[in-house]
């Protein structure tokens, strides 16, 4: 599967279509804003009509789950998807899927973090969106 990741400031899924606001930063803080994942996949014909399963992870410059506060667990959000073959369609043609995760505002140290998407169990280099948390002055 082919993925795109962008973070944004909000962003909403419409239709099959993205709707991004403020989107394509890289930098941000010293506190983390509310911020949105924007996601597009490019699914293969034959991942069709499959059930798939994501996590989207917030992990730190060395690879680390970032906790999420006392829960013990990582700052995570999970789900699955399906896509069907539209009618008309070429056989052999990827199908366009969309989807957004909105993640609230939360306490963070300052460093480099990245979202790491996982699919069916798989992550690719690819699939990791980093970004910059500035320190205080």
């Given amino acids: 599967m082919r993925v795109t990741m962008l973070l944004a400031d909000a962003a909403q899924e419409v239709n099959g279509k993205l709707y991004v606001l403020g989107g394509g930063w890289s930098v941000t803080g010293p ?11 490019d699914v293969p014909w034959s991942a069709a009509n499959v059930q798939h399963a994501f996590a989207l992870e917030l992990i730190d410059e060395d690879g680390r789950a970032v906790p999420a506060g006392d829960s013990g667990g990582g700052v995570r959000a999970e789900g699955s998807f399906e896509v069907g073959r539209p009618a008309g369609l070429p056989a052999g043609s990827d199908i366009d899927f969309a989807f957004v995760v909105t993640i609230p505002p939360f306490p ?25 948390v500035r320190a205080r002055a």
């Fill in 108 to 132: 963070v140290a300052a460093g480099r973090y990245s979202w790491r998407l996982t699919i069916d169990e798989e992550t690719r280099e690819d699939w990791v969106r980093p970004f910059q």
């Fill in 31 to 41: 506190d983390l804003p509310p911020m949105a994942i924007a996601i597009k996949l």
